[in-house]
């Protein structure tokens, strides 16, 4: 463990050795030949297109809907599964990790709540922006 900015933060040797027992521990609890592919499914389930921007109108910022690149999905999906990792009550760090991305391939766990509740923020943004350039068509901007 390093410290950065006052943080305890694990190494790049620590953080991969916590992944590889996870894939060896999906691989022996899950039943599963390739771990690496059912990873990549299970993070394909919650890789959001859609995300939040801050637009500037007459001194005031309004979240519009804009959509992610590639690598900010992956990135924010990532997000997701950490935090939720964070918040499981298991012992080890690689069991917490392989028991989310489990709940996650069968569309249940925190990070699925979280990618939830990402896009339904997202989706009451794009509704409030459609009815605020009805009303004002002169700041349209679609």
């Known amino acids: ?41 299970a993070f394909f389930r919650i890789t959001p297109p859609l995300g939040t921007k801050d ?3 007459k001194k005031k910022f309004i979240p519009i809907p804009a959509t992610l690149t590639e690598t900010q999905q992956w990135t924010k999906a990532a997000d997701f599964i950490w935090e939720a990792t964070r918040n499981r009550l298991e012992e080890s760090t690689t069991e917490r990790l392989a028991r989310e991305i489990m709940d996650l391939h069968n569309n ?3 990070a699925k709540i979280l990618y939830d509740e990402w896009m339904e923020e997202a989706e009451e943004s794009k509704k409030h922006l459609y009815l605020r350039c009805r009303a004002k ?3 349209a901007i679609f």
Not at 22 to 40: G, R
């Open 1 to 41: 463990m390093m410290r950065i900015d006052g943080e305890l933060v694990a190494s790049r040797k620590e953080t991969r050795k916590m992944v590889d027992d996870c894939l060896e521990l999906l691989k022996s609890e899950a039943k599963v030949e390739n771990p690496l592919k059912f990873v990549h499914e």
């Open 55 to 57: 637009f500037k109108v």
């Open 108 to 110: 249940e766990g925190l």
């Open 137 to 139: 068509r002169k700041y």
